[in-house]
C-alpha cells in the first residue's frame, strides 16, 4: 500500500507560479510511476503529468507543457509539480498519483494509488 499526500494548493491571481508536493509513504520501492491529474469544476479528473520513478522521464498533457514541470525528490520520497503562468483554466483539485505497472507512465488512468488532492484556484 502507498499512501500519498499532498499541499501547496491555494488561491493565486492569472500568471503567477504555484508548487504542488506529494509526499509518498508505504511501499514506495517498486514503483513504476508518479503523477498528477486534476479535476476542474463540473469536469472528469484529467491527466496533467507523469514521472517514471528510476527512469526520471516525463509525460506533460498538451495544455501544460512548458508551464508546468513534474519532479522528484528521491531522499524525501516527494514528488512535485511546479506550475507558472497560471490560467484560470488550471484551477481544479489537483490529485498525486502512484502505479506499480509500466503502463501506468503513460497515464494516470493506469495509476494504483491517489492522494486525497489539493484545490488550486486561479483567480482572473
Known amino acids: 500500500q502507498v499512501e500519498l499526500v499532498e499541499s501547496g494548493g491555494g488561491l493565486v491571481q492569472t500568471g503567477d507560479s504555484l508548487r504542488l508536493s506529494c509526499a509518498a509513504a508505504?511501499?514506495?520501492?517498486?514503483?513504476?510511476?508518479m503523477g498528477w491529474g486534476c479535476q476542474p469544476p463540473g469536469k472528469e479528473r484529467e491527466f496533467v503529468a507523469t514521472?517514471?520513478?528510476?527512469?526520471?522521464?516525463?509525460v506533460y498533457t498538451n495544455s501544460v507543457r512548458r508551464r508546468f514541470t513534474i519532479s522528484k525528490d528521491n531522499a524525501k520520497n516527494t514528488l512535485y509539480l511546479h506550475m507558472t503562468d497560471l490560467k484560470s483554466a488550471d484551477s481544479a483539485v489537483y490529485y498525486c498519483?502512484?502505479?506499480?505497472?509500466?503502463?501506468?507512465?503513460?497515464?494516470?488512468?493506469?495509476?494504483?494509488?491517489w492522494g486525497k488532492g489539493t484545490l488550486v484556484t486561479v483567480s482572473s
Open positions: 498519483a502512484a502505479g506499480r505497472d509500466e503502463g501506468s507512465f503513460y497515464g494516470t488512468a493506469a495509476m494504483d494509488f
Open positions: 514521472l517514471h520513478w528510476t527512469g526520471g522521464s516525463t
Open positions: 508505504g511501499d514506495t520501492f517498486n514503483l513504476a510511476a
